[in-house]
Structures are given as C-alpha cells and as structure tokens.
C-alpha cells in the first residue's frame, strides 16, 4: 500500500478514489461525482433516463421497501405505505411535527414524548434514519451499477439551518446504507461550489442562494472569506415550494371543468392523475406560453400569464422571506455580489424574474438547479479525495491537537473537526522553585495518554525567571492559519518572555492511519479513562507529599512529636500506594494525609 499524504487543514487524502456527492433531497436526491476524464461534476444516470431519485419509499404487503419512481406511483394510491418528506422528520420529535400533523398521509407515531419521531407502516416501526438509509442505499447501488465500482464514501448535504441532532440523523442514515460519510455538507455552500464561488483563497464575495424546491424554500446568506464559507443568516419556509405550485394548478384546472377538490379528492387515481398533469403543465410553463390539453374527456388549458398570475402570491411570501434573511444578516440587496438559484421550482420563469429584480441582478442559473447541489458535494468529496490539489479548501482539522502535560496526559487545544483558522490558549505553571524551563510537546490525536498520540513537534520553553513553583504563567496558544499551518507559541505573562515554533501541515498520514487514531480512540476509551484516572490521582499524591515536606522543613516548631510520627507515616503510605497501581488507594492515603495537614491549619 503506497503511502499518502493527508492535510491536517482539509483532512484531504492524496490518492485517486471515487468519494462521491449525494444531495439527499425531501423530494428528489441524487447522486454526482467528478468524472475522471472531463474532470467536471457530472451527475449519475442511467443511459437517457433522470438523474433525479424521487425520496420516495414505498413497502410492500411483505414489507420490502421500493424506492424512487416505482415507489412514487403509490403517492396517492397507498398513501398510508407510502413515505414522501422523511427529510422533515430526521432529528426530529413528535413534538416537533405535530403542529404538521395533517402533512403526513402516513403514520407518524404519537407517543407524546420527546424521543424521536418513528412512523408506522403495518405492524413494522422505522425511524427516519432507516427511511433515509433506505433512499441512500438505493443512491448507493445506483452509483455502483452505473461506475461498476464499490462506492463506500459520501459527502452528502443538508440544510444550512440543520441541528446537530439532524446532521448525526443524517450521518446515522448514511451509516446505515454502508456510506462512509466523510462530511456533510451545508446545501447553499454546495450550490456555491458548483459554480465554482470560494475556490479561491484571496477572494471574498458575499452570496445569497435562493432553493425553491418540491416541498421546502431556502434563503442563505453565505460570506466567503479565505476558502472559508459562513452562513451569515438562513430563512425560509419549510412548507413552501413547487407542490403547492402543482396545487394551485390542480385548483385552476378544477374549476375550469367545474369539479370540486372534494369531489375528485374520493378517487384517488383521478386525483393522481390530475396532480401529475399538474405538475407537468407547471413543468411545460416555464419553456411554453400556453400548456392545453385533454384529460378525462375535458379540455384543460392554461397560459403563462394565468399561472404566474395564480402563483404571485407564493413567489411574494419567498421575497418575504430573503428580506428577513438579509436584515438578520445586517445587509442590504446592494451588498449581495452573486445570487445563486438552486432547486427544480426556480425553473419557473416568474420566480427567476422576480427574483432578480429583488436583488436587482441577474441571478446564476447556468448550472441545472435540480442537480447544482449535487454536483457541488461532488467538488467538496473530490477536494477530499485529494484529486485537487492545488486547492485547500479549509474547513476543519480531522484529529486533536493538544500538548503533553504531567503524567503524560493529553491536554487537547484544538478539538477533533474544530474550524480552521482557529486559535486556542491555556494557561500552565511551573512544578519546583527556580525552574527556569518548561518542555512544550506538542501531540495530534485523540487518547488520553499522548504516548498513543502522534508528536509533531516539541521545544524547549527557556528563560521562565526564577519564581517559586506555580508562580510563573505559562500560556501555550495554537494558532492555524487559512494555510493550515499551526503555530504555537509560549509566553510567561509575568516577565513577557515569549518564544514560538510553526509546524507543518503534512505529516504523511494516511487516511487508514488516521482512521485507526480514531477507532484507537473508542477501542481505548474506558482503558484511557482508567489510565487518565490513575495518572491524575499519582500527580495530585506527588504534589501533596511535596507540600506536606516543604511545611514541616520550614516549619518544624509547629509540629509535635507526635503530629510528626503520624504525618510521616502517612506519607510512607502515601509513598507506598504511588508505586502500585491502584487509583482508590491513593486517593485513600491522599486524603488522610489531608486529614492530619487540616488539623494543623
Ligand atoms: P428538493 O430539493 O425539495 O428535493 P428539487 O430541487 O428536486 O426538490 O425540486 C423539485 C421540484 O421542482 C418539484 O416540485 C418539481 O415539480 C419542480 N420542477 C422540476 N422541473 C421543473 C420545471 N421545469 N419547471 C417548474 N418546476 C419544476
Ligand atoms: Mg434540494
């Protein structure tokens, strides 16, 4: 196995492998990746037909789930085992969705606590990891079929404004469809890597990305900054988007063949199959003027301006919602250097219009909307993959920087997946009189004891002054640059005396390597727990048996001979327990030590 590099900045491999982008959609997901000859985001399909995957799961009498399209067809027809929207139950409890309740065609399990939501089809129970897992692991094999390759790792996308709790679902789920999820990635900065925004490391731009999908609108406000993307303000409407487009068509189609929504809302085919017309005459709109046709024995028709006129209001409440998005973000239209469109519904030429105007500035729409999130994970997992190299694309550190401190215990500065830049200071102190210099190690990894971390560097701290043990202030800070390159510096506050050293970004990692720190870390967790506990309690002894001697040296004439006899006794004791290895022990002499030292003060 040949060697390969990983960047402690990017945690970015060196070797060719295929990582792909998912974009996990409510309605639709899909998968991309860079293909190795054009080397251009391209989406996965099979030959001529969509890349798109409806995030549809439907069960079977058996319970054998069906995905996508097929799985689509029952929308309306077993609409009770039929899972559409799990995107909007990950993370979630029942709490949560209630207030949606009427949404769901399907069960949604009310138990009336705060665990999280599960849903009822037939006699079986899934959480909406397992729905999700289903949806990816459909993506999965599509992806294998297509590549004729194994593909075990993803970058996939969620919304800015998900909650930790969302991003764990959603890398659960992940999990679950045997994914290795090496990152996930927020939505608006996907889009805004498609088209190639924040590639650059001197260039800032502040951009709004504007996501008008089936069922949810998204308005960020990102800055880039360094290769680094901030979301400066998300807003939106999680029940807004082309369904209710489809909807308003549906009603405006009713009414033309005179028929009412309760009516038709008995037959279930009939309404399918009206809604699909729907959704295809809003689809025609936006290349066509007029969309007419015959459906069920009547004509239908509907032109370009009647349905922007039935669809302004919604288009509206969007604006609504960028206008609070740019206040939260204390800019205004001017500010916004790009506006990104993302989403199959800002194919809808009133809503790009308007959208425009808005902003007052042409929007970017040159990259297929339905896919651009896709492909934009695609860019960050090959970015990943190391396929990029002249390109870092900053983002966090993939192991634990820390420094060694008594008894060889890790103390970290800088945790696991912290962001980059990032800064970080501690304050340390001096353990004997006059000692004029202090041992900076400097580790990268995630056990408690550093001799099972990696060392990347040390330095001698020299000119402390002389001061009495704990006296001096020794403050170690880290500092990664935008270049991934930490440098770490010591100063004692009192006196002002400071020294740094840099370390460099490549250590020659390889991904398998710092994949095993990490399993290390979970293997060793209880050991290193014990460990750390033990190391804690001998420092603590041997500082306790130092005091206690230095007290009695000074102060002899405090003592009787008999306090004497017992304070040297317990130390013996002390002494003793520290050469075994049993943590209760010494705390056990520690504190009767304590005990007699209390009497005396
Ligand atoms: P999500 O991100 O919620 O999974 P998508 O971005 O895939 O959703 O958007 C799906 C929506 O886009 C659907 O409502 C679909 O009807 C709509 N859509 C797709 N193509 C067009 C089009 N040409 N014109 C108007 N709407 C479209
Ligand atoms: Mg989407």
Redesign the pocket.
């Known amino acids: 196995m040949a060697k390969i590099g990983i960047n402690i900045a990017t945690g970015s491999l060196q070797q060719a492998e295929i990582i792909v982008g998912i974009?996990l959609?409510?309605?639709?997901?899909l998968v991309a990746f860079i293909h190795p000859e054009s080397k251009l985001p391209t989406a996965l399909k099979e030959f001529d037909s969509s890349s798109?995957v409806p995030?549809v799961v439907h069960f079977d009498q058996l319970g054998n789930a069906e995905v996508g399209e097929p799985a689509k067809q029952f929308l309306e027809t077993d609409p009770a085992n039929t899972i559409f929207s799990a995107k909007r139950l990950m993370g979630k409890s029942y709490k949560d969705v209630k207030d949606n309740a009427h949404f769901f065609t399907y069960k949604v399990i009310d138990d009336d606590t705060d665990s999280l939501v599960k849903v009822q089809v037939g006699d079986r129970f899934y959480s909406p990891i397992e729905l999700s897992s289903f949806i990816l692991k459909e993506l999965k094999n599509r992806a294998e079929h297509i590549l004729k390759t194994p593909v075990t790792k993803a970058v996939i996308t969620v919304p800015a404004y998900f909650n930790d709790a969302q991003r764990q679902a959603t890398r659960d789920a992940g999990k679950l469809a045997g994914l290795d999820v090496l990152r996930i990635v927020n939505e608006p900065t996907a889009a805004s890597l498609a088209y190639g925004l924040g590639l650059q490391k001197d260039e800032e731009k502040t951009i709004a990305v504007y996501?008008l999908?089936?069922?949810?609108f998204d308005i960020s406000i990102l800055k880039i900054a360094g290769g680094i993307f901030e979301v400066l303000s998300t807003n939106g409407d999680t029940y807004l988007?082309?369904?209710d487009?489809?909807h308003a068509v549906m009603e405006f189609f009713l009414k033309q063949i005179g028929i009412s929504f309760e009516e038709i809302n008995q037959e279930k085919k009939q309404l399918q199959s009206l809604r699909l017309l729907a959704?295809w005459a809003?689809?025609e709109l936006?290349?066509a003027e007029l969309f007419s046709t015959e459906w069920s024995g009547y004509n239908v028709e509907i032109s370009r301006v009647q349905f922007n006129e039935i669809i302004q209001p919604l288009v509206n409440r969007t604006i609504e919602s960028c206008v609070k998005a740019l206040s939260d973000a204390s800019l205004t239209v001017n500010e916004i250097d790009t506006i990104i469109m993302?989403?199959?519904?800002t194919?809808?030429p009133l809503v790009k219009e308007s959208i425009s105007s808005f902003f007052g500035k042409q929007v970017n729409d040159s990259v297929n909307?339905?896919e651009v999130?896709a492909l934009g994970a695609a860019v960050q997992a090959d970015i990943l993959a190391g396929n990029n190299k002249d390109f870092l694309l900053l983002d966090i550190t993939p192991l634990s920087l820390g420094i060694e401190t008594m008894g060889g215990l890790m103390d970290v500065l800088i945790p696991r997946n912290a962001k980059i830049p990032n800064k970080a200071g501690r304050q340390y102190t001096t353990q004997k009189d006059g000692q004029g210099s202090m041992r900076i190690s400097v580790f990268q990894g995630e056990r408690d004891l550093v001799q099972h971390n990696r060392k990347l560097a040390e330095f001698n701290f020299t000119g402390i002054p002389g001061m009495p043990a704990g006296m001096p202030k020794v403050e170690v800070s880290f500092l990664i640059n935008a270049d991934g390159i930490l440098q770490v510096t010591a100063k004692e506050l009192r006196s002002g005396v400071e020294q740094s050293i840099e370390v460099k970004p490549q250590y020659g990692l390889t991904d398998e390597e710092v994949e095993q720190m990490l399993l290390d870390s979970i293997t060793h967790a209880k050991e290193d727990m014990t460990v750390r506990a033990l190391v804690e309690a001998r420092t603590e002894g041997e500082q306790i048996l130092e005091v206690t001697e230095k007290f009695i040296a000074k102060n002899p004439e405090l003592l009787s001979q008999e306090e004497l006899m017992q304070a040297a006794s317990a130390m013996q004791n002390l002494q003793m327990a520290l050469t075994l290895t049993d943590k209760n022990l010494i705390q056990t002499k520690i504190e009767e030590l304590n005990e007699i030292s209390r009497r005396k003060q």
């Open positions: 974009d959609g409510t309605t639709n997901s798109l995030s996501d999908g089936g069922g949810t988007g082309g369904d487009l489809d959704e809003k689809k936006s290349f993302v989403g199959g519904s194919r809808v909307p339905d999130v």
